[in-house]
């Protein structure tokens, strides 16, 4: 198994450009997440997913959509990036939709620079 | 909402010695409480979680963690640092099947 893994591992946009951040697990896990990781701040909850077609917004969604057509794949895509989204992408996978209390699988993330 | 803090921003340890990471939480009933360490470069690993039961947590790598109602608090011990220990290490509480972590404690050990 490869577990969760995501691409690019890095990543420099100018401001108002729009990309999306791969996540793909293949341990057949129903929970998929993304969080964003800031100096101090720890780890922030972007948006979750339950399963495939079921999405809901974490604690920072502003700025980030998500869909989730399959089991596998969970992309996030900045619709138009601002510095203020410069940061370490993480996503992770749980095995049920219950989601957290499991053990969440991370992957080894995604550092985006917004000029 | 559910929140955890961690007081210790850096903390500097002697390889053999003992380390203590402090989590403080605040939630009025039982919290389902969990403690990750991520290497340089690296994502995120579970060290081990409490959910009920008895309140000292074994958990990988030598770790162990108390849950303390009273206090509000959740620790992270071992005994004995390695080298390899070298990390930061994420308190985190779950909110509503949503994780919520602290800003992390950065460990570093000297020879």
């Known amino acids: 198994n490869a577990g969760v893994t995501q691409t690019p591992k890095f990543q420099v946009l100018k401001t108002g450009q729009s990309m999306t951040l791969q996540c793909a697990q293949d341990?057949?896990?129903?929970?998929m997440s993304w969080y964003r990781q800031d100096p101090g701040m720890g780890l922030r909850l972007i948006h979750y997913?339950?399963?495939?077609?079921?999405?809901d917004q974490g604690e920072v969604p502003n700025g980030y959509n998500v869909s989730r057509s399959t089991t596998e794949d969970f992309p996030l895509r900045l619709l138009s990036a601002a510095p203020s989204q410069t940061s370490v992408y993480f996503c992770?996978?749980?095995?049920?939709?219950?989601?957290?209390?499991?053990?969440?699988?991370f992957g080894p993330g995604t550092r985006l620079t917004v000029l | 909402a559910q929140s955890v803090t961690q007081p210790d921003i850096h903390i500097t340890v002697s390889e053999g010695a003992s380390l203590e990471l402090r989590c403080n939480y605040s939630?009025?009933?039982?919290?389902?409480l969990f403690w990750y360490v991520q290497s340089p470069g690296q994502g995120l690993q579970l060290l081990l979680k409490?959910?009920?039961?008895?309140?000292l947590v074994q958990g990988i790598k030598g770790f162990e963690a108390e849950f303390k109602r009273s206090q509000s608090s959740f620790n992270l011990r071992k005994p004995s640092v390695h080298w390899s220990d070298a990390a930061e290490y994420f308190c985190?509480?779950?909110?509503?099947?949503?994780?919520?972590f602290g800003a992390g404690t950065t460990v570093t050990v000297r020879a």
């Open positions: 992770a996978s749980s095995y049920d939709s219950l989601g957290a209390y499991n053990e969440q699988f």
């Open positions: 341990m057949n896990h129903e929970y």
């Open positions: 997913s339950v399963g495939a077609g079921i999405t």
């Open positions: 939630y009025g009933a039982t919290p389902y």
């Open positions: 409490y959910f009920s039961g008895d309140t």
């Open positions: 985190a509480v779950l909110n509503d099947y949503k994780l919520s």
